[in-house]
């Protein structure tokens, strides 16, 4: 892990207008750092904020208020087509349903995160293969996303999100969908990656067992992030 911050969040706030009930803050008044190459996981209930959160950090939504700087870009300064770039770039993004394309094989579907980059076609085809052995489908490639398992699924969005080697990777309830030794595995697997290629890792989830693949622990209650667990629930049941 270095020294220096590879994501850095300041009061971020973000208010959605819920029809006629009034506003939400999704996110309210969260401040973060992540230091290049760690693996940070954000622990919190479904609704607490955890996704928008990681789309205020990776440039897929903007914040009502405060500020995001990723690889020492200030994501506010950037128009559309900049921020496009750099999410192609520097972000890799794993969600909860995986979100493959369903008529595409495993290997396609690895094959469009390289598409829009300068690597020539044989490369490409090189690199997916790669990446489908590093995450265990080396049998798989060219079976369709119906004809796999959900963790085999997941594996296949995992390799898709580290096709371009993307400084940072963001895990949206990467787990959400798996059994829980499936889930660790896959967890496993992501800390093992991301710690070969120096990648950064922010991962949300509300699955208790992920504290023992993790850096560092930070807990969501109703946007507002915490260092230490909220004492104000009960929690048994969810960690
Ligand atoms: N696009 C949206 N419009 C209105 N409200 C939203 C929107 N996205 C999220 N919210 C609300 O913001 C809160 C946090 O949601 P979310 O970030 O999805 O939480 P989590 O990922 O932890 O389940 C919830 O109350 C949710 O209903
Ligand atoms: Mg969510």
Redesign the pocket.
């Known amino acids: 892990m270095s020294n220096s911050n590879i994501i850095e969040a300041s009061n971020l706030t973000?208010t959605?207008?819920?029809g006629n009930v009034g506003e939400?803050?999704?996110?309210d008044d969260a401040s973060l750092e992540v230091k290049e190459g760690e693996f940070l996981t954000i622990f919190?209930?479904?609704?607490?904020?955890?996704?928008?959160?990681?789309?205020l950090i990776g440039g897929l939504d903007k914040p009502t208020k405060g500020k995001v700087t990723l690889d020492g870009l200030e994501l506010s300064k950037l128009n559309e087509a900049k921020l496009v770039k750099v999410r192609r770039e520097k972000v890799g993004f794993v969600f909860q349903a995986f979100n493959l394309i369903p008529t595409f094989s495993a290997l396609e579907n690895v094959q469009v995160a390289l598409a829009p980059t300068s690597m020539p076609k044989n490369e490409q085809l090189d690199r997916a293969v790669e990446l489908l052995e590093l995450v265990g489908l080396k049998q798989r490639i060219n079976h369709l996303p119906a004809e796999l398992s959900a963790g085999e699924q997941q594996r296949v969005a995992i390799a898709r999100a580290f096709a371009n080697k993307p400084k940072v990777l963001l895990l949206?309830?990467p787990t959400g969908n798996l059994d829980t030794k499936t889930g660790k595995e896959i967890l496993k697997m992501c800390h093992k990656a991301s710690k070969d290629q120096g990648q950064t890792v922010v991962a949300?989830t509300?699955a208790g067992y992920v504290k023992s693949y993790t850096n560092r622990l930070l807990f969501?209650r109703d946007?507002k992030l915490f260092s230490e667990m909220p004492k104000d629930e009960i929690q048994e049941e969810e960690y």
């Open positions: 973000k959605y207008r819920k939400v803050k999704a996110v919190g209930p479904s609704g607490s904020g955890k996704t928008t959160l990681l789309n949206d309830e949300v509300h969501m946007g």
